[in-house]
């Protein structure tokens, strides 16, 4: 029997519990598996699952060190105590399976380099896109690829909020409002619709993807809370769909240690793999050489989905240990360290095709002007439409060619003293 130690009761805990409690008609290693204790921060709370109240503990330190323990599952969220208690779970010697995105992405390089001292496992499955497998698929599946791009939509909540924008036409805050209401956002949404959630995961797959480490500050990361109906309909009308989108690109044959690395919303081409993802789902869109391109999809969070990917980690680490025994050599496809960091590209480096919306006073030459604007900075426009004229003041949108950020902005600044410009509303990256 292989003895679990389990950190936090909350939802992903909970639906964990639930897949160890039922193991009928799953992987014959689930039967083998006991929770020995469960670490809360309440013992009164009422529970959604039935258990022995001798089972909890407020002690979490207790647990991580407990000898009969083998593998700590930590799912309390946040950065502490959740950090701590993982480097001691592994200074004394347990293997660790944890969905906290949060950790990972800042402390990776801390808890992996314990982790490969004291010969355990840490594996994370569940941190990135729920209940889709993609941090295994990286690690091993896809292991023969060069790894090109991985462009993700990965956070359900600013999805749900994009999609109701869209099918309903609704503006962000009253979205926002009645996902609070439906719990498909958080009370405090600031990580999720600022992209900082998204930011974490992304950092989590390039390190996997591109060999190294990343520092989570160095992750560009722009949210959702500018986006309008009005920009939502205006990209509809030219062939587009507004996400935010978790990018990470290497630019092999030019500096393969230099890469791209940004959260940001989108527009999409409909046509776009990404462009059909709905709702809270989630979907990772992975191109590599020579496979070309593969993409992950389904429910990106939730008590069940998350909880099958932390099952499996740790069916992942009992199957090592039934056939290697305690004290095995860690199997280098699943405990993979980086010795560098990452270069990541700054943002006003990154070419980008960019949508403009503009007000500008309906004068002669104001057109004109703005064409000059962004000529002297060698930015070439595709498309320039004039969508309504109101009250003596047209909008315009317009869409430019790939150009580097750094010019596309300095064009933009010199657009924004001409006179004739009222207001410039919305700039939003064009997925090529
Ligand atoms: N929810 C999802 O859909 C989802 C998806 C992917 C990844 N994740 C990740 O999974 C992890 C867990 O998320 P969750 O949604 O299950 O969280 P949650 O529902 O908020 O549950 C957190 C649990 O941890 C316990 N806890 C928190 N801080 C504690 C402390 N200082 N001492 C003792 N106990 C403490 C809480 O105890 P009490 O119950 O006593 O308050 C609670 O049982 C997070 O890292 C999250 O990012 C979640």
Same mark, same amino acid.
């Given at each position: 029997?292989y003895?679990?130690?389990?950190l936090?009761?909350?939802?992903?805990a909970?639906?964990?519990?639930?897949?160890?409690?039922?193991?009928?008609?799953?992987n014959?290693?689930?039967?083998?598996?006991i929770?020995?204790?469960?670490?809360?921060?309440?013992?009164?709370?009422?529970?959604t699952?039935?258990?022995?109240?001798?089972? %909890?503990? $407020?002690? @979490?330190? =207790?647990?991580? *060190?407990?000898?009969?323990i083998? /593998? &700590?599952?930590?799912?309390?969220?946040?950065?502490?105590p959740?950090?701590?208690?993982?480097?001691?779970?592994?200074?004394?010697g347990?293997?660790?399976?944890?969905?906290?995105?949060?950790?990972?992405?800042?402390?990776r390089?801390?808890?992996?380099?314990?982790?490969?001292?004291k010969?355990?496992?840490?594996?994370?499955?569940?941190?990135?896109?729920?209940?889709i497998?993609?941090?295994?698929? %990286?690690? $091993?599946? @896809?292991g =023969?690829?060069? *790894?090109?791009?991985?462009?993700? /939509? &990965?956070?359900?909540?600013?999805?749900?909020?994009l999609?109701?924008?869209?099918?309903?036409?609704?503006?962000f805050s009253?979205?926002?409002a009645?996902?609070?209401?439906?719990?498909y956002?958080?009370?405090?949404?600031?990580?999720?619709?600022?992209?900082?959630?998204a930011?974490?995961?992304?950092a989590?797959?390039?390190?996997?993807?591109?060999?190294?480490?990343?520092?989570?500050?160095?992750?560009?990361?722009?949210?959702?809370?500018?986006?309008?109906?009005?920009?939502i309909?205006y990209?509809?009308?030219l062939?587009?769909?507004?996400?935010?989108?978790?990018?990470?690109?290497?630019?092999?044959?030019?500096?393969?240690?230099?890469?791209?690395?940004?959260?940001?919303?989108t527009l999409v081409?409909?046509?776009?793999?990404?462009?059909?993802?709905?709702?809270?789902n989630?979907?990772?869109?992975?191109?590599?050489?020579?496979?070309?391109?593969?993409?992950?999809?389904?429910p990106?969070?939730?008590?069940?989905?998350t909880?099958?990917?932390?099952?499996?980690?740790i069916?992942?680490?009992?199957?090592?240990?039934?056939?290697?025994?305690?004290?095995?050599?860690?199997?280098?496809?699943?405990?993979?360290?980086?010795?560098?960091?990452?270069?990541?590209?700054?943002i006003?480096?990154?070419?980008?095709?960019?949508?403009?919306?503009?007000?500008?006073?309906d004068?002669?030459?104001?057109?004109g002007?703005i064409?000059t604007?962004f000529?002297?900075?060698?930015?070439?426009l595709?498309?320039?439409?004039?969508?309504?004229?109101?009250?003596?003041?047209?909008?315009?949108?317009?869409?430019?060619?790939?150009?580097?950020?750094g010019?596309?902005?300095?064009?933009?600044?010199?657009?924004?003293?001409?006179?004739?410009?009222?207001?410039?509303?919305?700039v939003?990256?064009?997925l090529?």
């Amino acid at each position: 029997m292989y003895y679990i130690g389990l950190l936090g009761l909350g939802t992903v805990a909970t639906g964990t519990l639930e897949i160890l409690s039922d193991p009928s008609g799953r992987n014959p290693l689930i039967s083998e598996m006991i929770v020995k204790k469960i670490g809360v921060r309440s013992l009164e709370k009422t529970r959604t699952i039935q258990l022995s109240q001798e089972l %909890l503990t $407020q002690d @979490l330190d =207790s647990i991580v *060190i407990d000898p009969q323990i083998d /593998i &700590v599952v930590e799912l309390l969220g946040g950065l502490e105590p959740a950090r701590s208690l993982i480097l001691k779970a592994i200074n004394a010697g347990k293997h660790v399976v944890t969905a906290n995105k949060a950790v990972i992405a800042r402390y990776r390089e801390e808890i992996y380099a314990a982790a490969q001292a004291k010969g355990v496992y840490v594996l994370i499955e569940g941190a990135v896109g729920g209940g889709i497998p993609i941090i295994k698929p %990286l690690k $091993q599946s @896809l292991g =023969s690829n060069r *790894i090109q791009s991985i462009i993700g /939509i &990965v956070n359900g909540t600013t999805n749900y909020i994009l999609s109701q924008m869209s099918d309903f036409g609704a503006d962000f805050s009253e979205v926002l409002a009645r996902a609070q209401q439906l719990g498909y956002a958080e009370a405090d949404p600031s990580s999720d619709v600022d992209g900082l959630d998204a930011a974490d995961k992304i950092a989590i797959l390039a390190s996997l993807s591109f060999g190294g480490h990343i520092k989570r500050e160095d992750v560009y990361s722009e949210g959702i809370s500018n986006i309008t109906a009005t920009d939502i309909d205006y990209a509809r009308r030219l062939g587009y769909t507004i996400k935010l989108l978790a990018i990470a690109r290497g630019n092999a044959g030019e500096d393969s240690d230099h890469l791209e690395l940004r959260v940001h919303p989108t527009l999409v081409p409909q046509s776009h793999p990404l462009a059909s993802i709905h709702g809270v789902n989630n979907a990772v869109l992975v191109e590599g050489d020579p496979l070309g391109r593969v993409m992950f999809y389904g429910p990106g969070a939730g008590s069940g989905p998350t909880a099958s990917a932390v099952v499996s980690d740790i069916m992942n680490i009992v199957a090592i240990l039934k056939s290697h025994g305690t004290g095995a050599t860690l199997d280098p496809l699943l405990s993979r360290a980086h010795q560098h960091y990452c270069q990541i590209t700054p943002i006003e480096e990154i070419k980008s095709s960019f949508y403009t919306r503009l007000i500008t006073l309906d004068r002669p030459g104001a057109i004109g002007q703005i064409g000059t604007c962004f000529g002297e900075q060698n930015v070439s426009l595709q498309s320039l439409v004039q969508i309504g004229l109101k009250a003596g003041q047209a909008e315009l949108v317009i869409v430019s060619h790939d150009v580097k950020e750094g010019l596309f902005r300095r064009a933009l600044e010199s657009v924004r003293q001409l006179e004739a410009i009222k207001d410039i509303p919305s700039v939003i990256r064009v997925l090529a």
